[in-house]
Protein backbone atom coordinates (compact mmCIF):
# COMPACT_ATOMS: atom_id res chain seq x y z
CA UNK A 1 0.00 0.00 0.00
CA UNK A 2 1.75 3.25 -1.68
CA UNK A 3 1.18 6.00 1.37
CA UNK A 4 1.75 8.85 -0.73
CA UNK A 5 -1.27 11.29 -0.11
CA UNK A 6 -2.65 14.50 -0.47
CA UNK A 7 -2.55 17.18 1.37
CA UNK A 8 -4.82 20.62 1.17
CA UNK A 9 -3.94 23.97 2.18
CA UNK A 10 -6.29 26.24 2.45
CA UNK A 11 -5.82 30.42 1.39
CA UNK A 12 -8.22 32.30 3.51
CA UNK A 13 -8.04 35.87 2.07
CA UNK A 14 -10.42 38.98 3.31
CA UNK A 15 -12.40 35.78 5.63
CA UNK A 16 -13.64 34.42 2.91
CA UNK A 17 -13.31 30.80 1.71
CA UNK A 18 -12.83 30.21 -1.57
CA UNK A 19 -12.27 26.88 -3.42
CA UNK A 20 -9.87 28.32 -6.02
CA UNK A 21 -7.41 29.34 -3.41
CA UNK A 22 -6.67 25.95 -2.68
CA UNK A 23 -3.78 23.73 -3.53
CA UNK A 24 -3.36 20.24 -4.17
CA UNK A 25 0.19 18.59 -3.18
CA UNK A 26 1.44 15.06 -3.07
CA UNK A 27 3.54 14.27 -0.05
CA UNK A 28 5.89 11.42 -0.19
CA UNK A 29 7.49 10.34 3.10
CA UNK A 30 11.29 9.25 3.39
CA UNK A 31 13.16 8.16 6.42
CA UNK A 32 16.30 6.21 6.95
CA UNK A 33 20.16 6.72 6.75
CA UNK A 34 21.95 9.74 8.72
CA UNK A 35 24.36 8.60 5.74
CA UNK A 36 22.13 8.84 3.22
CA UNK A 37 19.59 12.18 5.34
CA UNK A 38 21.79 15.27 3.17
CA UNK A 39 21.41 14.27 0.01
CA UNK A 40 18.22 13.01 0.18
CA UNK A 41 17.74 16.52 1.66
CA UNK A 42 19.11 18.25 -1.35
CA UNK A 43 17.15 15.61 -3.86
CA UNK A 44 13.76 17.13 -1.95
CA UNK A 45 14.67 20.42 -2.53
CA UNK A 46 16.06 20.30 -5.94
CA UNK A 47 12.47 18.21 -6.65
CA UNK A 48 10.25 20.95 -5.82
CA UNK A 49 11.74 22.48 -9.01
CA UNK A 50 10.85 19.39 -11.40
CA UNK A 51 7.32 18.49 -9.78
CA UNK A 52 6.07 21.84 -8.32
CA UNK A 53 2.67 19.87 -6.81
CA UNK A 54 5.35 17.09 -5.24
CA UNK A 55 6.42 17.76 -1.54
CA UNK A 56 9.50 15.03 0.11
CA UNK A 57 9.27 15.04 3.80
CA UNK A 58 12.91 13.77 4.73
CA UNK A 59 14.06 12.33 8.22
CA UNK A 60 17.32 10.86 9.47
CA UNK A 61 17.26 8.91 12.71
CA UNK A 62 19.48 5.64 10.85
CA UNK A 63 18.65 2.79 8.46
CA UNK A 64 17.29 0.37 10.96
CA UNK A 65 14.84 3.73 11.95
CA UNK A 66 14.03 3.79 8.03
CA UNK A 67 13.16 0.36 7.14
CA UNK A 68 10.93 -0.19 11.13
CA UNK A 69 8.99 2.45 9.05
CA UNK A 70 8.70 0.96 6.21
CA UNK A 71 7.90 -2.08 7.44
CA UNK A 72 5.56 -0.74 9.64
CA UNK A 73 3.89 1.17 6.04
CA UNK A 74 4.38 4.43 7.50
CA UNK A 75 7.25 5.79 4.47
CA UNK A 76 7.36 5.31 1.02
CA UNK A 77 11.03 4.97 0.72
CA UNK A 78 13.54 3.95 3.28
CA UNK A 79 17.09 5.23 2.83
CA UNK A 80 19.27 2.44 4.24
CA UNK A 81 23.62 2.22 4.06
CA UNK A 82 23.03 -1.57 4.52
CA UNK A 83 20.87 -4.52 3.24
CA UNK A 84 17.89 -5.12 4.98
CA UNK A 85 18.48 -8.43 7.41
CA UNK A 86 16.85 -11.26 7.49
CA UNK A 87 14.61 -11.12 10.45
CA UNK A 88 13.29 -7.79 8.91
CA UNK A 89 13.13 -9.55 5.47
CA UNK A 90 10.95 -11.89 7.71
CA UNK A 91 9.09 -9.31 9.25
CA UNK A 92 7.96 -7.25 6.25
CA UNK A 93 6.58 -10.63 4.44
CA UNK A 94 4.75 -11.61 8.28
CA UNK A 95 3.18 -7.57 8.01
CA UNK A 96 1.88 -8.33 4.05
CA UNK A 97 4.90 -5.76 2.92
CA UNK A 98 7.21 -6.72 -0.30
CA UNK A 99 10.72 -4.83 0.38
CA UNK A 100 12.39 -4.11 -3.40
CA UNK A 101 16.28 -2.70 -2.91
CA UNK A 102 16.94 0.24 -5.34
CA UNK A 103 21.03 0.98 -5.77
CA UNK A 104 20.94 5.15 -5.70
CA UNK A 105 24.66 5.22 -5.47
CA UNK A 106 27.69 4.01 -3.49
CA UNK A 107 29.63 5.56 -0.76
CA UNK A 108 33.69 5.18 1.11
CA UNK A 109 32.89 4.58 4.60
CA UNK A 110 36.23 6.35 5.57
CA UNK A 111 38.29 6.12 8.99
CA UNK A 112 38.76 9.57 10.65
CA UNK A 113 41.70 10.40 13.18
CA UNK A 114 42.40 13.80 14.47
CA UNK A 115 44.46 16.03 11.48
CA UNK A 116 48.03 15.78 14.21
CA UNK A 117 48.02 11.79 14.62
CA UNK A 118 50.75 10.53 12.57
CA UNK A 119 49.29 7.71 11.51
CA UNK A 120 48.47 7.21 7.99
CA UNK A 121 47.06 4.12 7.02
CA UNK A 122 45.18 1.16 8.39
CA UNK A 123 44.49 -2.82 8.04
CA UNK A 124 41.63 -4.26 9.05
CA UNK A 125 43.05 -6.31 11.43
CA UNK A 126 44.81 -3.16 13.07
CA UNK A 127 41.26 -1.62 12.74
CA UNK A 128 39.90 -4.64 14.66
CA UNK A 129 42.00 -4.82 17.44
CA UNK A 130 41.29 -1.25 17.90
CA UNK A 131 37.55 -1.40 17.68
CA UNK A 132 36.50 -4.78 18.30
CA UNK A 133 35.75 -6.64 21.40
CA UNK A 134 39.28 -8.85 22.42
CA UNK A 135 41.64 -6.34 20.19
CA UNK A 136 44.80 -5.67 22.14
CA UNK A 137 45.17 -1.83 20.98
CA UNK A 138 44.10 0.25 23.49
CA UNK A 139 47.04 2.86 23.24
CA UNK A 140 47.92 4.84 20.25
CA UNK A 141 51.84 3.41 21.17
CA UNK A 142 50.96 -0.01 20.73
CA UNK A 143 51.15 0.85 17.10
CA UNK A 144 54.45 1.91 17.76
CA UNK A 145 53.32 5.96 17.82
CA UNK A 146 53.08 9.16 20.13
CA UNK A 147 50.40 11.32 19.38
CA UNK A 148 50.79 15.00 19.90
CA UNK A 149 47.98 16.56 22.53
CA UNK A 150 47.16 12.84 23.88
CA UNK A 151 48.48 12.73 26.76
CA UNK A 152 46.80 9.84 28.11
CA UNK A 153 47.92 7.29 24.91
CA UNK A 154 44.55 6.02 25.75
CA UNK A 155 42.71 5.36 22.09
CA UNK A 156 39.39 7.14 21.99
CA UNK A 157 36.94 4.69 19.59
CA UNK A 158 34.53 6.44 18.19
CA UNK A 159 31.87 4.71 16.58
CA UNK A 160 28.02 4.90 15.62
CA UNK A 161 24.74 3.75 17.33
CA UNK A 162 23.53 -0.13 16.22
CA UNK A 163 20.56 0.99 14.55
CA UNK A 164 22.90 2.24 12.24
CA UNK A 165 23.61 1.07 8.89
CA UNK A 166 26.86 2.74 8.92
CA UNK A 167 27.54 0.30 12.26
CA UNK A 168 26.33 -2.65 10.76
CA UNK A 169 28.15 -2.17 7.49
CA UNK A 170 31.74 -1.63 9.38
CA UNK A 171 31.10 -4.38 11.52
CA UNK A 172 30.64 -6.71 8.42
CA UNK A 173 33.30 -5.53 6.47
CA UNK A 174 36.30 -5.05 8.70
CA UNK A 175 35.45 -6.65 12.51
CA UNK A 176 34.00 -10.45 10.80
CA UNK A 177 36.95 -9.73 8.70
CA UNK A 178 39.47 -9.33 11.87
CA UNK A 179 37.65 -11.98 13.63
CA UNK A 180 38.45 -14.76 10.90
CA UNK A 181 41.52 -13.64 11.38
CA UNK A 182 41.62 -14.97 14.63
CA UNK A 183 42.88 -11.02 15.89
CA UNK A 184 39.71 -10.20 18.13
CA UNK A 185 36.18 -12.12 19.57
CA UNK A 186 33.38 -12.63 17.33
CA UNK A 187 33.37 -9.30 15.37
CA UNK A 188 32.22 -7.51 17.80
CA UNK A 189 32.54 -3.97 18.80
CA UNK A 190 34.98 -3.53 21.96
CA UNK A 191 33.14 -2.02 24.94
CA UNK A 192 33.39 1.42 25.84
CA UNK A 193 33.12 3.06 22.07
CA UNK A 194 31.55 6.30 22.36
CA UNK A 195 28.42 6.39 20.39
CA UNK A 196 27.56 8.98 17.82
CA UNK A 197 24.17 9.33 17.11
CA UNK A 198 25.23 10.58 13.46
CA UNK A 199 28.23 10.75 11.07
CA UNK A 200 28.52 14.17 11.92
CA UNK A 201 28.52 14.03 15.77
CA UNK A 202 31.89 11.60 14.83
CA UNK A 203 33.63 13.77 12.80
CA UNK A 204 33.33 16.84 15.12
CA UNK A 205 34.37 14.19 17.98
CA UNK A 206 37.54 13.19 16.16
CA UNK A 207 38.41 17.43 15.11
CA UNK A 208 38.18 18.08 18.31
CA UNK A 209 40.01 14.80 20.46
CA UNK A 210 43.38 14.30 19.73
CA UNK A 211 43.44 10.64 20.86
CA UNK A 212 40.19 9.69 18.70
CA UNK A 213 39.59 7.51 15.66
CA UNK A 214 36.32 7.50 14.31
CA UNK A 215 34.13 6.18 11.08
CA UNK A 216 31.12 7.24 8.74
CA UNK A 217 30.65 8.21 5.21
CA UNK A 218 33.11 10.20 2.93
CA UNK A 219 30.68 13.27 2.55
CA UNK A 220 30.96 13.97 6.14
CA UNK A 221 34.79 14.52 5.43
CA UNK A 222 36.18 17.94 6.26
CA UNK A 223 39.60 19.59 6.18
CA UNK A 224 40.25 19.32 9.97
CA UNK A 225 41.02 15.90 10.26
CA UNK A 226 42.80 13.03 8.34
CA UNK A 227 41.20 10.37 6.31
CA UNK A 228 43.29 7.17 6.52
CA UNK A 229 44.43 5.36 3.96
CA UNK A 230 43.18 1.69 3.95
CA UNK A 231 44.19 -2.18 3.34
CA UNK A 232 42.38 -5.04 3.44
CA UNK A 233 45.43 -7.12 3.66
CA UNK A 234 48.10 -6.81 6.26
CA UNK A 235 50.97 -5.50 4.38
CA UNK A 236 48.47 -4.75 1.31
CA UNK A 237 48.15 -2.04 -0.72
CA UNK A 238 46.34 0.90 1.25
CA UNK A 239 43.13 2.87 -0.83
CA UNK A 240 42.51 6.07 -0.16
CA UNK A 241 38.95 7.05 0.10
CA UNK A 242 37.63 9.20 -2.64
CA UNK A 243 34.05 9.45 -4.83
CA UNK A 244 36.43 7.26 -7.53
CA UNK A 245 37.69 4.98 -5.19
CA UNK A 246 34.26 4.17 -4.12
CA UNK A 247 33.19 4.09 -7.35
CA UNK A 248 35.06 1.84 -9.32
CA UNK A 249 35.20 -0.38 -5.94
CA UNK A 250 39.25 -0.36 -5.24
CA UNK A 251 38.53 1.30 -1.67
CA UNK A 252 37.60 -1.64 0.25
CA UNK A 253 34.95 -0.38 2.51
CA UNK A 254 32.95 0.87 -0.20
CA UNK A 255 29.05 0.62 0.14
CA UNK A 256 25.75 0.66 -2.08
CA UNK A 257 23.62 3.28 -0.65
CA UNK A 258 20.07 1.99 -1.14
CA UNK A 259 16.31 3.10 -0.84
CA UNK A 260 13.81 0.30 0.07
CA UNK A 261 10.21 0.92 -1.71
CA UNK A 262 6.93 -1.67 -0.03
CA UNK A 263 6.83 -3.40 -4.29
CA UNK A 264 8.04 -1.96 -6.86
CA UNK A 265 7.09 1.83 -6.97
CA UNK A 266 4.59 3.45 -8.77
CA UNK A 267 3.38 6.76 -9.99
CA UNK A 268 4.69 9.41 -8.12
CA UNK A 269 7.56 7.18 -6.29
CA UNK A 270 8.25 5.99 -9.74
CA UNK A 271 8.76 9.35 -11.04
CA UNK A 272 10.97 10.43 -7.82
CA UNK A 273 13.35 7.31 -8.08
CA UNK A 274 13.16 7.16 -11.91
CA UNK A 275 14.81 11.24 -11.12
CA UNK A 276 16.92 10.18 -8.38
CA UNK A 277 18.65 7.86 -10.86
CA UNK A 278 18.90 10.35 -13.63
CA UNK A 279 21.81 12.30 -14.51
CA UNK A 280 20.20 15.38 -12.58
CA UNK A 281 19.36 13.19 -9.32
CA UNK A 282 23.17 11.81 -9.85
CA UNK A 283 24.82 15.08 -10.54
CA UNK A 284 23.46 15.51 -6.72
CA UNK A 285 24.44 12.90 -4.96
CA UNK A 286 28.23 13.55 -6.76
CA UNK A 287 28.37 16.94 -5.38
CA UNK A 288 27.06 15.86 -2.07
CA UNK A 289 30.71 13.66 -1.67
CA UNK A 290 28.88 9.87 -3.19
CA UNK A 291 30.11 7.98 -6.06
CA UNK A 292 27.28 7.97 -8.72
CA UNK A 293 25.93 4.27 -9.92
CA UNK A 294 27.18 5.37 -13.34
CA UNK A 295 29.19 7.45 -15.56
CA UNK A 296 27.59 10.90 -15.62
CA UNK A 297 28.64 14.26 -17.09
CA UNK A 298 27.23 17.01 -14.71
CA UNK A 299 27.40 21.00 -15.12
Given amino acids: MKIARFIAVSVVAAATFSMESMAADTLIQNKGSDT ?17 DVAVAVSGGGSGTGIAAMINGTVDIANASRQMKKKELQKAKEMGQ ?6 VGYDALAVFIHKDNPMTSFSFNQLGKIFGRGGDFTKWSDLGISVPGCSSDKIVVVSRQNNSGTYAYFKKA ?7 AGVIVKGSFR ?15 VEKTPCAIGYSGLAYATDHLKL ?23 YPIARPLLMYTNGEPTGVIKDYMDWILSDAGQCILTKKGYAPVRDVSCP
Fill in 98 to 103: NPIEHV
Fill in 228 to 250: ACIAQEEGGQCVIPTVETASDRS
Fill in 36 to 52: LVNVAQAWAEEYKAVKT
Fill in 174 to 180: VLKSAAK
Fill in 191 to 205: QGTLDMHGSKDVVDL
